[in-house]
């Protein structure tokens, strides 16, 4: 039997964050201001053409899988980012209280969408932030690193956006706010997960210090429509 995280965007477009995006058929996307993942019910080529006939919007799509797929026309420009999809087995963090620690607001957008344009720890739009939680550490009025959630399923929620700017590397903040994040997580009685590219090896290693074991390995394929 299929674990739910084994189709995370499609299960929490059909749960927890369905007024994000909508749902047609076998497809499903989140609102194009607000993330570009789309899932299928099952990874098919009669589902993939029934994306790019439904699929409300012509910018490229981040299909995400579990399942390895050669994906044909009509779509184009198909790009594979393979990964991991990791989970938290640690203990209940202790309570972080930092003043630097701020809730991160509308009036924060611009300052968040450069450091995620800096960092690209995946993909943040204007209204990434409605996924909601989102905290993030402050030199002087400059956001230099931050951490929200993204994907939220019954009985799990996704650590995500988790990114610090390179001039201040190595001073734990990172580590803070992904901690914060854990311990919201579990007072809410879920457990945290999260996605990290296969070739990021520093974040892995920082996520396993934290208690975050690799569950299954996941696929992320950047699609476009011909044009």
Same mark, same amino acid.
């Given at each position: 039997?299929? %674990?739910?995280?084994? /189709?995370?965007?499609?299960?929490?477009?059909?749960?927890?964050?369905?007024?994000?995006?909508?749902?047609?058929?076998? =497809? =499903?996307?989140?609102?194009? !201001?607000?993330?570009?993942?789309?899932?299928?019910?099952?990874? *098919?080529?009669?589902?993939?053409?029934?994306?790019?006939?439904?699929?409300?919007?012509?910018?490229?799509?981040?299909?995400? *899988?579990? *399942?390895?797929?050669?994906?044909?026309?009509?779509?184009?420009?198909?790009?594979?980012?393979?990964?991991? $999809?990791?989970?938290?087995?640690?203990?209940?963090?202790?309570?972080?209280?930092?003043?630097?620690?701020?809730?991160?607001?509308? $009036?924060?957008?611009?300052?968040?969408?450069?450091?995620?344009?800096?960092?690209?720890?995946?993909?943040?739009?204007?209204?990434?932030?409605?996924?909601?939680?989102?905290? @993030?550490?402050?030199?002087?009025?400059?956001?230099?690193?931050?951490? @929200? $959630?993204?994907?939220?399923v019954p009985g799990f929620a996704?650590?995500?956006?988790?990114?610090?700017?390179?001039? %201040?590397?190595?001073?734990?903040y990172a580590r803070q706010l992904?901690?914060?994040?854990?311990?919201?997580?579990?007072?809410?009685?879920?457990?945290?997960?999260?996605?990290?590219? !296969?070739? /990021?090896?520093?974040?892995?290693?920082?996520?396993?210090?934290?208690?975050?074991?690799?569950?299954?390995?996941?696929?992320?394929?950047?699609?476009?429509?011909?044009?």
């Amino acid at each position: 039997m299929k %674990h739910i995280l084994d /189709n995370p965007v499609w299960h929490a477009l059909n749960t927890e964050n369905a007024d994000l995006g909508h749902i047609s058929g076998p =497809a =499903a996307c989140f609102s194009p !201001a607000v993330s570009p993942f789309v899932a299928l019910v099952e990874p *098919t080529q009669e589902n993939l053409l029934d994306l790019y006939l439904t699929v409300p919007f012509d910018d490229t799509v981040i299909f995400v *899988t579990d *399942t390895k797929l050669d994906i044909e026309t009509p779509w184009a420009n198909v790009i594979s980012i393979p990964g991991y $999809q990791m989970l938290y087995h640690g203990e209940v963090p202790p309570a972080i209280e930092d003043e630097k620690t701020v809730v991160l607001e509308e $009036q924060h957008i611009p300052q968040m969408l450069a450091l995620t344009k800096l960092t690209n720890p995946g993909p943040f739009l204007p209204g990434t932030i409605d996924f909601g939680h989102y905290e @993030g550490t402050f030199s002087g009025n400059e956001l230099i690193s931050m951490a @929200g $959630q993204r994907l939220h399923v019954p009985g799990f929620a996704e650590i995500s956006a988790v990114c610090t700017d390179p001039g %201040h590397l190595g001073k734990g903040y990172a580590r803070q706010l992904v901690l914060r994040q854990v311990r919201r997580i579990l007072s809410a009685s879920e457990t945290p997960f999260l996605h990290v590219k !296969a070739t /990021n090896q520093r974040a892995i290693k920082v996520y396993e210090s934290l208690g975050f074991k690799t569950r299954t390995d996941i696929f992320f394929y950047a699609l476009t429509k011909k044009s």
